[in-house]
């Protein structure tokens, strides 16, 4: 079956460009989550949805990111303005139930921003 | 203090070789434990959970020490194909607990 898939794939942007990341997690699955993973680094966790509820957006670096996921399938992670510093492979990542659980990861959007 | 420290090698190790690494956690209070794995600019994915009795699969085993606050990855007759980087990820209890990996273990099998 289809798994999680993201796009684009690559998104380079000038700095103060605002961009939108679009998830599209595995059917069914009710955690969504998004990280950003820096070269050499592991994936920094950014927020948490249940369904359509945004449980958790401790790990949002800034009030430039936004992410929702209004009908608890496709998600979108916007950043206004963006940042030098904003680039970085954005993950998504979705599992079956609430809680601890095996996450499945789309590819990821690499984002660069000149 | 990071959350969860790795050692980020690189571990060059010869084929066949056992090869070991711990992932060390700040939080006692860290109820969830797993491994990914994640080859060079690919996403992660799940290699196993870590159980508190420890668990093997095939030629993974893997373990937890909660007084010591750390877990283990074990990978016995090492594959060229076991090349990677290895991510732990710990996390809380509940369905809203921050989900926290590690920067990753380096790992490269040579012929």
């Known amino acids: 079956g289809a798994g999680v898939s993201q796009s684009p794939r690559y998104k380079v942007a000038k700095r103060g460009q605002d961009v939108a990341l679009r998830c599209d997690p595995i059917s069914g699955h009710v955690s969504l989550f998004w990280y950003q993973q820096a070269l050499g680094q592991g994936p920094e966790f950014l927020t948490y949805?249940?369904?359509?509820?945004?449980?958790?957006k401790s790990g949002l670096p800034s009030d430039r990111f936004f992410a929702e996921r209004p009908e608890g399938s496709v998600s979108t992670l916007k950043i206004q303005r963006t940042q030098q510093e904003d680039s970085a492979v954005y993950l998504c990542?979705?599992?079956?139930?609430?809680?601890?659980?095996?996450?499945?990861f789309g590819p990821g959007t690499r984002l660069t921003v000149l | 203090r990071k959350e969860v420290e790795q050692d980020p090698g690189p571990f060059n190790v010869p084929e066949g070789a056992t090869v070991a690494f711990n992932c060390t956690y700040s939080?006692?209070?860290?109820?969830?434990f797993f491994w990914y794995r994640q080859d060079c600019r690919k996403e992660p994915k799940l290699l196993m959970s870590v159980y508190s009795s420890g668990n093997e699969d095939g030629r993974f085993t893997a373990q937890l020490n909660r007084a010591s606050q750390y877990i283990s990855l074990l990978i016995r007759d090492s594959k060229l194909s076991d090349s990677a980087t290895y991510l732990c990820v710990v996390t809380g209890y509940s369905s809203a607990s921050k989900i926290i990996f590690g920067s990753g273990t380096r790992l490269s099998i040579r012929p």
């Open positions: 949805f249940q369904n359509e509820a945004q449980l958790d």
């Open positions: 939080n006692s209070a860290s109820q969830s």
């Open positions: 990542a979705s599992s079956l139930r609430e809680g601890p659980d095996t996450q499945y």
